[in-house]
């Protein structure tokens, strides 16, 4: 059974910068593309980054974050740079269905707990 764990979430001040990291125990992470969504209180589920298999191509919700990927180690990364009180969020990681990477989560089919990361202003 495939399972994502995420990890780096926390308590940061506005300006700061924060990486999260998601690790994959299946065995075919680097023939999938990866995503990163996050949900605010009393919000839906937002697309914020993903990255294809190979890591040739990735999309950001915004140019402050960046989703990276270490296929030998399994894991994806999230950068995220002069974070801002709005970025407040819990933040998934999530599988995708095939090496291309979607914007919704439909294209996704496997999804870890979530690791909060809260931002002060």
């Known amino acids: 059974q495939v399972q994502l764990v995420e990890s780096g979430g926390g308590l940061v001040q506005a300006g700061d910068s924060l990486k999260l990291a998601c690790v994959d125990s299946?065995?075919?992470?680097?023939?999938?593309?990866m995503g990163w969504f996050r949900q605010a209180p009393g919000k839906e589920r937002e697309f914020v980054a993903a990255i294809d298999w190979i890591g040739a191509n990735r999309e950001s919700v915004n140019g402050r974050f960046t989703a990276s990927r270490d296929n030998l180690e399994k894991t994806l990364y999230l950068q995220m740079e002069t974070v801002k009180p709005e970025d407040t969020a819990v933040y998934y990681c999530?599988?995708?269905?095939?090496?291309?990477?979607?914007?919704?989560?439909?294209?996704?089919?496997?999804w870890g707990q979530g690791t909060q990361v809260t931002v002060s202003s």
């Open positions: 999530a599988r995708g269905r095939n090496r291309a990477y979607g914007l919704t989560s439909d294209n996704y089919d496997t």
């Open positions: 299946g065995r075919t992470f680097s023939d999938v593309a």
